[in-house]
Every structure is written in structure tokens, then in C-alpha cells.
């Protein structure tokens, strides 16, 4: 198998392997222990810990480890929202953001939040006026993606930062799709609040964080005494080795211009053979690792099984809303037909995707197309 849906998750880094290893097998202290094995385990979270807010580009604030970037959304929304709503009643969102951001935002609405929508432009980018445009004196929560988990849209933060910090607001951003893959900048964006997750960048499952601003309101969201009691339960020692490794690996890894030449020249293939191919936000800037291609619906139907059955590994989208028939909401919300939504591809490159796979994906699918061409034109 070819695995090309790394924005679903990521193989584990050998060196991220070898950093957890320790901590499976003969240090397991609890790093809430006060003997010796507790210190050691305490001192690889913490080691751990500087080294993800490194990936932030901050020494400062606090970061939360969490059981998954979901937890880590849904943590700063709930959280967030449960600490502020005395200010003011209104959150606003991008339309286009993960599954979870649209989850959380029920919660808040269930306990009385009044929520507004930024709609993306028909590149699938924010823009910065259309969030603007949608704060008033009430709101006390806006919530953008760095870059968007289907498309690999980039959106541009510090601007949009700059908006909301006007309005007096506070600023959730969920990065779980960009960092390790693109530079992640609380301060630069003025955020106070920032999701992260280790299985996005070559590191383990089941361990994410939440960054917050020194003094950014926020309330439990998991009763309890770790992590300044801001965040209950064991912490996950071994996982967190891991988040902190991959993140040292991303901050070392200068790769993202070669990723952007594998991508584009797999997408220039693709376009040579197959006219009718539209690469969506192809104006815009996007995570240098992601390609989502559309095509005409008689043609595109089941891509995904198709190149499967071929032996590459690609998505229509999320992996939260997969085996389900209904069309993206991220396409929809930019103005694409149901139809043509549906045959979304995307693939996403890793850190050890070759341009020999890449040429080999793009001449099956194409295959794939003209073959269905040619049955459609004979009937």
C-alpha cells in the first residue's frame, strides 16, 4: 500500500519510537509520584512540554496536554466560552471549520450562545473583513483554523488576530493541521488559545494539547488536580515523550519547499491528462503536503475506493466524517455543487513520500478517469 493520507494521521517516526520506548517498558512512574520513578516521569513531561510550546515559537502560557486534538478543541470552545459568557453571549466561527468546532459550537449554543458564521470566499480562504464584519460588542469568542484539514487552505491569521483583538474578543485557533507541517505563531496571530495533536506530525495517537495565553479565561473542562488543575487525570507519559520528539523533529525539518515541489508536480500531472480536473484552492495558500482534487460527476464518482483497490491510501476529506454520503460541508460552504463535492480526493503527503509514488498515483488515477471517460462516451 501507498499511504497518501497523512493529514488523517501519520505513521510514527522512528525517532519518536525510540524516544517513547523507555517510558513503555521500564520507566512507568506516575508523574505525580513523589519518589524517584515519579520525578524521572515528571521531568520527560516536562522536557516534553518545552519542547511542543518550542513548535509554538513561546516560553510563555500555559500548555494542556489533552487525549486528542478533538479534546483540545472542544476544550478551549467549552472552556473558553463557559469562562466568559458573563461578558457577552455571542461566538462567531468559520463555517469551514473541523468537525469538532462544529460540535462544540452545538454545546455552546445548547447553553446559550448565540453563534454566527464567516462563510470562506470560493477558494475556501477567510477573510479577514468577512470576521470583521461579524464581531459586536457582545462577542467574546472567535474561532479560525490555521488551515483547514480537507483543502489544506491557508488562512491569514494575523489579520484576522488583528480584528478580533480590536474588538476586545478572545481568539481560539485550531492547528492541528498545520503545525509541524507550516510555521504555527500564537503571538504573531494574537490568539489566546491554540489546539495542537502529536499524530499529525509523526508522533502518537491519543495525546494532544491546548496552549493558552497567560491569564486567558478558561474553565476545567476535565475536573481535577494535573496540569494546574486545569485538566484531570494520569497524563500519558509515554505519548507525550512522543508529542515532544515530533515536535522536535518538525522544528528541525526544513523540508516544506521539496513537499510543495512533489505536490505541485503531481497536481501539473494530473492537470495534463484530465482538463476537467479542478484543484481546489489552488489561488490560495495552502499546507505545502496537501492536494484536493474535484472532478466532472459522471466521472468522479468513488475515486477513493477506486485508487484503494489499486493500492494507494487517499481520502475524500476528514477521517472524522468518512464512510458518510453526504457532501463536505467545507466544499459546500464554498460554493461547490453537491455533485462535484462528492468526488473529492485529497491526497496528503508525509515526511517519506516519493515523487515515483506520487507519478505512479497520478497515472492509475488518470487511468482510473480516462477509462470511465470512454464507457461514458460510448453510451
Known amino acids: 500500500m501507498i499511504y497518501l493520507d497523512h493529514n488523517a494521521t501519520t505513521p510514527l517516526r522512528p525517532a519518536v519510537f525510540r524516544a517513547m520506548r523507555p517510558y ?45 486534538g478533538t479534546e483540545a478543541v472542544l476544550f478551549a470552545l467549552v472552556g473558553a466560552w463557559r469562562a466568559l459568557s458573563s461578558r457577552g453571549s455571542h461566538v462567531v466561527l468559520s463555517s469551514i471549520e473541523h468537525r469538532s468546532g462544529l460540535d462544540a459550537a452545538r454545546v455552546l449554543e445548547q447553553e446559550g450562545a448565540r453563534v454566527s458564521w464567516v462563510a470562506p ?50 481568539f481560539f485557533v485550531d492547528a492541528v493541521q498545520s503545525a509541524g507541517k507550516i510555521p504555527v505563531d500564537p503571538e504573531a496571530w494574537q490568539a489566546d488559545y491554540v489546539a495542537l495533536a502529536a ?20 474553565v476545567a473542562f476535565i475536573p481535577g488536580t494535573a496540569e494546574r488543575g486545569l485538566r484531570g487525570g494520569t497524563l500519558n507519559v509515554p505519548g507525550i515523550v512522543g508529542f515532544g520528539a515530533a515536535a522536535h523533529l518538525a522544528i528541525e525539518d526544513t523540508s516544506e519547499s521539496s513537499v510543495t515541489e512533489l505536490r505541485d508536480a503531481f497536481e501539473a500531472q494530473v492537470r495534463r491528462a484530465i482538463p476537467s480536473v479542478a484543484v481546489t484552492g489552488s489561488a490560495a495558500r495552502r499546507l505545502p503536503n496537501t492536494s484536493h482534487l474535484t472532478f466532472d460527476p459522471e466521472i468522479g464518482r468513488d475515486l477513493v475506493l477506486a485508487l484503494d483497490r489499486e ?7 476528514s477521517a472524522c466524517t468518512s464512510g458518510s454520503e453526504s457532501p463536505s460541508h467545507v466544499l459546500l460552504a464554498m460554493g461547490m455543487s453537491a455533485e462535484r463535492a462528492q468526488t473529492a480526493v485529497r491526497v496528503s503527503l508525509g515526511f517519506e513520500t516519493t515523487r515515483e509514488e506520487l507519478e505512479g498515483l497520478a497515472t492509475v488515477l488518470c487511468r482510473i478517469i480516462e477509462t470511465r471517460l470512454s464507457t461514458v462516451e460510448r453510451s
Open 311 to 317: 493500492g494507494y491510501a487517499v481520502s475524500a476529506g
Open 24 to 68: 513503555l517498558e521500564g520507566s512507568f512512574g506516575n508523574p505525580a509520584s513523589m519518589h524517584a520513578a515519579g520525578r524521572d516521569a515528571r521531568r520527560a513531561v516536562e522536557d516534553g512540554r518545552r519542547y511542543v510550546l518550542r513548535l509554538l515559537n513561546r516560553t510563555d502560557g500555559d500548555l494542556i496536554f489533552t487525549g486528542s
Open 199 to 218: 499524530h499529525k506530525m509523526g508522533g502518537p495517537k491519543g495525546v494532544g494539547a491546548l496552549w493558552r495565553r497567560d491569564m486567558s479565561p478558561l
Open 121 to 170: 470566499e470560493a477558494d475556501g480562504s477567510i477573510d479577514p473583513d468577512r470576521v470583521g464584519d461579524a464581531l459586536c460588542p457582545d462577542t467574546v469568542l472567535v474561532s479560525v483554523q490555521h488551515a483547514n484539514n480537507e483543502t489544506g487552505v491557508v488562512h491569514a491569521l494575523d489579520q484576522i488576530g488583528e480584528r478580533i483583538r480590536s474588538a476586545g474578543a478572545r
